[in-house]
Structure formats: C-alpha cells, structure tokens
C-alpha cells in the first residue's frame, strides 16, 4: 500500500468518514465499520476510534493472512489505551460495562475488516505486509 493510501485510510479513520457511509454508497466493510464506531460514540476519543479500528485490522489480518500472529502482550498493551474517556469518574461497574462494550465494538470492527478480506483477499494481505514494514503503523504482530 502506497504512502497516499495509508494517509488517506488513517485521515478517514480518525476524521469518522466512515460514520457518514450508507449501504449503497459503500462497501460493505466500511458500512460495518460506520455502526461500530457509532457503538462507541462519546466513549472513545477520535484518536481512540483509530486506535480500536487499527487493532482490529491488524486481528483481521492475523485471522486471513498467512505469517500474521497477533502478539497477546503487544495486544493487550494496546487494548489498555482505550479506557473510557471519563474513566477517572466511573464506578467499577460502569468501567466493567464500558470493557464489554468495547469488545462488542471491536469485534464489529474485525468484522468489518474480515469482510474486507473476503472482498479481495490477495490485495488485503499485500496491503498487511507493506503496513508491517512501516515502524510507525504500531503493530500489535509478533
């Protein structure tokens, strides 16, 4: 993938292009992904949603790409970043609510991007193989 696309994929990520999509207007992956970042609508910064949606690519490929193993630490380290944007005044119990959201919204977002795959698997996992080159993508990969 070419330093335009990645650019222009994270400006769409983090700017919520995707909220904006309807079914005709979109593929499908991207129609999914609208839903699942509207499930953590006010719960998650911008620069969380990217977050969530870049782990969610990478479990994706992981699922679909061959030589692509999601590292447990690295994952968890990177799922500790999307703590509730008002974390610091939530009760053990809203916190626990919010990490089982979270994980309904994350696995949307893998199934947006498992969708993706299935659209066009080879260049999916072309694209997934310059991403792993590029040191500032923050790979959760071993």
């Given amino acids: 993938m070419d330093k335009f696309r990645k650019a222009a994929l994270a400006i ?3 700017a919520g292009c995707f909220a904006t999509a ?3 207007e979109a593929p499908v992956s ?3 992904l609208s839903h699942a970042v509207g499930f953590a609508d006010g719960q998650l910064s911008l620069e969380q949603e990217a977050h969530l949606n870049v782990i ?3 479990s994706a490929v992981s699922a679909v790409c061959g030589g692509f193993v999601v590292d447990d630490a690295k994952f968890s380290k990177a799922f500790e970043k999307l703590d509730h944007i008002e974390a610091a005044s939530m009760s053990e119990g809203e916190k626990r609510y ?3 959201h979270l994980m309904v919204v994350f696995g949307v977002a893998v199934g947006a991007f498992l969708a ?3 659209s066009h698997e080879g260049e999916f996992c072309v694209d997934a193989e310059e991403l792993r080159k590029d040191a500032d993508f ?3 990969w071993q």
């Fill in 22 to 24: 309807t079914a005709a």
């Fill in 138 to 140: 923050g790979h959760i």
């Fill in 56 to 58: 969610a690519y990478q």
């Fill in 98 to 100: 919010h990490e089982r």
């Fill in 30 to 32: 991207k129609y999914i």
């Fill in 12 to 14: 769409a990520i983090t």
């Fill in 116 to 118: 993706d795959a299935a």
